[in-house]
């Protein structure tokens, strides 16, 4: 099977490389509004002249006439700015085939990055720690090398976020798909417990760690707030808060890699609820007609499932399953934490509080969300009525008492 994988690593520019790395991003930015501008305001000017729809084709074209035009978009890479215009043109295709909204421009500060084809790229190691990466007009810049990159590479992503500049290399692998015969375990995603297994184990979650900089960027807010607009200090604290809002981030999305990666190698099947986080995470504010209940402890709770990043869980356990020749199950989440896992009684009274689940029919006392685990993995490894009618009518044929 092949698969697609990318490699995440933070580069060490030069002054002059980065500021080049600032050029590429400011006109690939404007390459992208420019063509989203076009084809929302003169598509039917250029219909009725040229008797085509506004495209990826067309528009390149005149990507190659401005460069032409202006030196300062010459000397960015050609094949970035072609990025940008196949991203704009995505970006519409997937509006009109429904799956997305409608294309927004790009901002500064927000949307600072670009593309090269992985042709145009080579990198080597330096030594253990370090490599270089070879990019078109920009030259070799140095890397932090934190781990293999296997595969033939297919594009390199160049970004800018409240950390530093990063380099993204996306590589292209054959990966053979064993059979996996390891056991199944049901996952239940929670507040209390971020990640509970029916094995009664719960994952490791850095709670300590992002509270210490969540405290951390709550006190550089405050010092945003009293300092003057347009003064230093206020840049450099707004600087320090997305910092340390960048930590926070990789923080979770490392032990979401970790932990999804340790689930893939130890079990077969892993069964998780099919939540609506959107839904879930809304906010309960309401409208001045209509004000909403309970917004404060709604807002707290909205904090806490997008602090654990549930929806990333997911998405890192759906792929990394894929790979190993795993499965993940969705089950449906209704009654998964007020049903005894012993007994089988639904009833809501039951779960005194989101750490203690106490059965009033059978008398078992245990962690809710080991609890509803349990609850999870039987819902996701119980056969469909039809895959159980078929192996009851296999059986019957094989001892021969099939009608």
Same mark, same amino acid.
């Given at each position: 099977?092949?698969?697609?994988?990318?490699?995440?690593?933070?580069?060490?520019?030069?002054?002059?490389?980065?500021?080049?790395?600032?050029?590429?991003?400011?006109?690939?930015?404007?390459?992208?509004?420019?063509?989203?501008?076009?084809?929302?305001?003169?598509?039917?000017?250029?219909?009725?002249?040229? *008797?085509?729809?506004?495209?990826?084709?067309?528009?390149?074209?005149?990507?190659?006439?401005?460069?032409?035009?202006?030196?300062?978009?010459?000397?960015?890479?050609?094949?970035?700015?072609?990025?940008?215009?196949?991203?704009?043109?995505?970006?519409?295709?997937?509006?009109?085939?429904?799956?997305?909204?409608?294309?927004?421009?790009?901002?500064?500060?927000?949307?600072?990055?670009?593309?090269?084809?992985?042709?145009?790229?080579?990198?080597?190691?330096?030594?253990?720690?370090?490599?270089?990466?070879?990019?078109?007009?920009?030259?070799?810049?140095?890397?932090?090398?934190?781990?293999?990159?296997?595969?033939?590479?297919?594009?390199?992503?160049?970004?800018?976020?409240?950390?530093?500049?990063?380099?993204?290399?996306?590589?292209?692998?054959?990966?053979?798909?064993?059979? #996996?015969?390891?056991?199944?375990?049901?996952?239940?995603?929670?507040?209390?417990?971020?990640?509970?297994?029916?094995?009664?184990?719960?994952?490791?979650?850095?709670?300590?760690?992002?509270?210490?900089?969540?405290?951390?960027?709550?006190?550089?807010?405050?010092?945003?707030?009293?300092?003057?607009?347009?003064? #230093?200090?206020?840049?450099?604290?707004?600087?320090?808060?997305?910092?340390?809002?960048?930590?926070?981030?990789?923080?979770?999305?490392?032990?979401?890699?970790?932990?999804?990666?340790?689930?893939?190698?130890?079990?077969?099947?892993?069964?998780?609820?099919?939540?609506?986080?959107?839904?879930?995470?809304?906010?309960?504010?309401?409208?001045?007609?209509?004000?909403?209940?309970?917004?404060?402890?709604?807002?707290?709770?909205?904090?806490?499932?997008?602090?654990?990043?549930?929806?990333?869980?997911?998405?890192?356990?759906?792929?990394?399953?894929?790979?190993?020749?795993?499965?993940?199950?969705?089950?449906?989440?209704?009654?998964?934490?007020?049903?005894?896992?012993?007994?089988?009684?639904?009833?809501?009274?039951?779960?005194?509080?989101?750490?203690?689940?106490?059965?009033?029919?059978?008398?078992?006392?245990?962690?809710?969300?080991? #609890?509803?685990?349990? #609850?999870?993995?039987?819902?996701?490894?119980?056969?469909?009525?039809?895959?159980?009618?078929?192996?009851?009518?296999?059986?019957?044929?094989?001892? *021969?008492?099939?009608?």
């Amino acid at each position: 099977m092949k698969t697609n994988r990318g490699y995440r690593f933070r580069l060490r520019p030069t002054e002059a490389q980065a500021a080049l790395m600032e050029q590429h991003a400011r006109v690939c930015r404007m390459i992208y509004n420019l063509a989203v501008e076009q084809r929302r305001d003169h598509h039917r000017q250029f219909r009725r002249l040229t *008797g085509k729809h506004l495209s990826y084709t067309s528009q390149a074209a005149e990507l190659t006439a401005l460069r032409a035009e202006f030196d300062w978009i010459r000397e960015v890479t050609q094949t970035c700015q072609q990025q940008a215009l196949r991203d704009a043109d995505r970006a519409f295709r997937n509006f009109f085939s429904g799956i997305a909204a409608y294309p927004s421009f790009r901002k500064k500060g927000v949307n600072e990055s670009f593309r090269f084809q992985g042709r145009e790229v080579t990198f080597r190691r330096l030594n253990r720690s370090w490599g270089l990466v070879k990019l078109p007009k920009i030259g070799e810049v140095r890397f932090r090398w934190t781990r293999d990159i296997p595969g033939r590479l297919k594009n390199v992503r160049i970004s800018l976020d409240p950390l530093g500049w990063h380099v993204s290399l996306t590589t292209e692998r054959e990966v053979e798909v064993l059979p #996996n015969h390891r056991p199944a375990v049901g996952a239940d995603r929670g507040v209390t417990e971020p990640v509970a297994y029916s094995d009664g184990t719960f994952a490791l979650f850095p709670t300590e760690r992002i509270k210490t900089l969540d405290r951390k960027a709550s006190r550089a807010a405050q010092a945003v707030a009293r300092g003057k607009k347009g003064a #230093n200090r206020r840049k450099v604290a707004k600087g320090r808060v997305a910092a340390l809002r960048a930590k926070i981030a990789r923080v979770r999305k490392h032990f979401n890699h970790v932990e999804t990666a340790r689930l893939a190698r130890t079990f077969g099947v892993v069964c998780l609820e099919a939540l609506r986080i959107g839904n879930m995470t809304a906010s309960a504010s309401g409208t001045v007609e209509e004000p909403g209940t309970n917004v404060a402890q709604k807002r707290g709770l909205n904090r806490s499932i997008l602090e654990i990043g549930w929806y990333q869980f997911h998405q890192f356990l759906a792929y990394k399953l894929t790979e190993a020749g795993g499965e993940l199950r969705l089950v449906h989440p209704a009654y998964t934490s007020t049903t005894c896992s012993c007994c089988g009684m639904n009833e809501k009274t039951n779960r005194k509080s989101q750490a203690v689940y106490e059965c009033a029919g059978c008398g078992s006392v245990m962690n809710a969300d080991t #609890n509803a685990a349990t #609850n999870i993995l039987r819902a996701g490894t119980r056969p469909s009525p039809k895959r159980a009618a078929a192996r009851r009518k296999s059986r019957l044929e094989a001892t *021969g008492l099939a009608a």
